[in-house]
T-cell receptor, first 113, second 115 residues
Framework: AQKVTQAQTEISVVEKEDVTLDCVYETRDTTYYLFWYKQPPSGELVFLIRRNSFDEQNEISGRYSWNFQKSTSSFNFTITASQVVDSAVYFCALSPNAGKSTFGDGTTLTVKP | NAGVTQTPKFRILKIGQSMTLQCTQDMNHNYMYWYRQDPGMGLKLIYYSVGAGITDKGEVPNGYNVSRSTTEDFPLRLELAAPSQTSVYFC??????????????FGSGTQLSVL
């Protein structure tokens, strides 16, 4: 069985602070995919990143960066110099194949001005 | 490009009523999914389909039915609605090919209340 744990239920930071959202996963599959999705207050779900299990290279996209460590089964997400618009619920998800994803319960990030 | 379209956006049902949540996608995706999101929780997979005529249960299928007669449409049927089915429902689709930059495309959600 697959499992995704986002231990941080809620995080509150002040604008311009850096913040890291943790994601730990469990799977017996040797090939799998990890994702982060953002759900802003409007409710839609927005894809942020996908990482393949065989590619442990970290990725940076603007203020966002992701740290994938297979040895610790973690796929953490860091926002540098947070902004109020980053306030949202962030979901980590795991998929053994093309789609059927297991989601964590999400981390609610509040960025205060 | 419309992407994934869900209707309705909001609905209130009485206990025991039935309804169908509509979902259509125009991206020619093979895979389609229905998830539910309860307050403060992540998404739970209800049913999914890997192509027209093929459907399978997800993690929480009880009380729901689906059909996939075309590639574009994947309706979710609620029979005998119960308060436990109060949730936000998301339809999603994906291409279904690992070789492609696979990800889920979501509809805007349906907020359903069963009273």
């Amino acid at each position: 069985a697959q499992k995704v744990t986002q231990a941080q239920t809620e995080i509150s930071v002040v604008e311009k602070e850096d913040v890291t959202l943790d994601c730990v996963y469990e799977t017996r599959d040797t090939t799998y995919y990890l994702f982060w999705y953002k759900q802003p207050p409007s409710g839609e779900l927005v894809f942020l990143i996908r990482r393949n299990s065989f590619d442990e290279q970290n990725e940076i996209s603007g203020r966002y960066s992701w740290n994938f460590q297979k040895s610790t089964s973690s796929f953490n997400f860091t926002i540098t110099a947070s902004q109020v618009v980053d306030s949202a619920v962030y979901f980590c998800a795991l998929s053994p194949n093309a789609g059927k994803s297991t989601f964590g319960d999400g981390t609610t990030l509040t960025v205060k001005p | 490009n419309a992407g994934v379209t869900q209707t309705p956006k909001f609905r209130i049902l009485k206990i025991g009523q039935s309804m169908t949540l509509q979902c259509t996608q125009d991206m020619n995706h093979n895979y389609m999914y229905w998830y539910r999101q309860d307050p403060g929780m992540g998404l739970k997979l209800i049913y999914y389909s890997v192509g027209a005529g093929i459907t399978d249960k997800g993690e929480v299928p009880n009380g729901y039915n689906v059909s996939r007669s075309t590639t574009e449409d994947f309706p979710l049927r609620l029979e005998l609605a119960a308060p436990s089915q109060t949730s936000v429902y998301f339809c999603a689709s994906s291409h279904g090919d690992r070789a492609i930059n696979e990800k889920l495309f979501f509809g805007s959600g349906t907020q359903l209340s069963v009273l």
